[in-house]
């Protein structure tokens, strides 16, 4: 298997509380792996430890070949691993293209003498950044490529949601983290939604993903393959009917209900 990210026994305590226990995961390159289970389930813990927000308790996490355990967010970031929150982090007072360049500092030149004394050379790289952006956009909603000047008030959830995504993609990751993409759409929306990410995935090679989401018809329609949390440990792995079918997973959720039922 052509592993992207192998997380091995990989434990977060809080105090006393055990949010994520022991967990061991791997993820091919250009997978869609969707992570559920109940609230509390450690979905979101897993993200911000893969993530360097929080520094593991225990246990290992490899990516792309190298051992980023002890890594800062901001190394993690340059390694290859973008994410999006559940709770929209735009700033709706910019604009779409000043909102996906705060995603894309890790591309451009910041330094004070760059920016000050090579004038010419800055607005070719912001030139270049802006036909980038605009092609990226236009993946996911061509009027939106139309429109990268106008500021973010002014537009829908899923127009922000759309954004938001491409903000993580604009830094070209390995690994893109989707916590909750449908939140606050409706369904309408979200299926939309789900259009686009699958569509990027087509545009860009090996773009591997890891989507935690609550909405069932979103996780059997995008994943290739579902993990499942319950107290922070794995209770089941496989293609979504499988896991909808495991008692362990039925109980976890539902009691004895069919998560495909709910």
Known sequence: MN??????????????????????????????LGLIGPNGSGKTTFFNVLTGIYAPSSGHIEFDGRDISACTPQQI???????????????????????LMIGNHKRLNSSLWFNLMQRGALAAE?????????????????????????????????DRRRVEVCRA????????????????????????????????????????????????????????????LNFGQKIAEGKYREVAQDAKVQEAYLGVESIHEG
């Open 3 to 32: 592993a992207l990210l192998h997380c091995r026994v990989l434990t977060r305590r809080f105090g006393g509380v055990t949010a994520l226990d022991g967990l061991d995961l791997s993820l091919p390159r250009g997978e869609i």
């Open 77 to 99: 970031y340059r390694a290859g691993i973008a994410r999006t929150f559940q709770r929209s982090r735009l700033n709706l007072e910019l604009s779409i293209f000043e909102n």
């Open 126 to 158: 912001v030139g270049a950044a802006y036909t980038e952006a605009r092609e990226l956009m236009r993946t996911f909603d061509a009027p939106l490529a139309d429109r990268l000047d106008e500021p973010m008030a002014g537009f829908t959830m899923i």
């Open 169 to 228: 993609l604009i830094s070209r990751p390995k690994l893109l983290l989707l916590d909750e993409p449908s939140a606050g759409m409706t369904h309408e929306e979200t299926r939309a939604l789900m259009d686009d990410i699958l569509q990027a995935r087509e545009r860009i090679a090996d773009l591997t993903i890891i989507i935690v989401e609550h909405e069932m018809g979103v996780i059997e329609r995008i994943t290739d393959r579902c993990v499942v």
